[in-house]
Nanobody, 122 residues
């Protein structure tokens, strides 16, 4: 059974860094990324990376602060989050899909992790 195992969430002060990791078991995916969902809000794409093409997506709210990277040999993606803000507080979900095209549309992702809480205190 395919699993996406997330790690790295926690509590951090405003302006601080945090790094999330997501490891896929049992298979390789064409694209992997991170979505987040704050209380009362829709789940939104944060950053996605293709494992096949040189292609990434970042939401406007995180551009310049977050960096997504990958280790294809380990089927793992990382999200380095810098200059965190209270509005970044949310449950962050790892997502993956078989094809390599990058899209922020959550409906295109077949596999999801359990989520990891990120809390940015002011």
């Amino acid at each position: 059974q395919v699993q996406l195992v997330e790690s790295g969430g926690g509590v951090v002060q405003t302006g601080g860094p945090l790094r999330l990791s997501c490891a896929a078991s049992d298979r390789a995916f064409g694209a992997m990324g991170w979505f987040r969902q704050a209380p009362g809000k829709e789940r939104e794409a944060v950053a996605v990376i293709s494992t096949i093409f040189t292609m990434t997506y970042y939401s406007d709210s995180v551009k310049g602060r977050f960096t997504i990277s990958r280790d294809n040999a380990k089927s793992t993606v990382f999200l380095q989050m810098n200059s965190l803000k209270p509005e970044d507080t949310a449950v962050y979900y790892c997502a993956a899909k078989p094809t390599g095209w990058v899209t922020p549309n959550k409906e295109m992702y077949n596999y999801w992790g359990q989520g990891t809480q990120v809390t940015v205190s002011s």
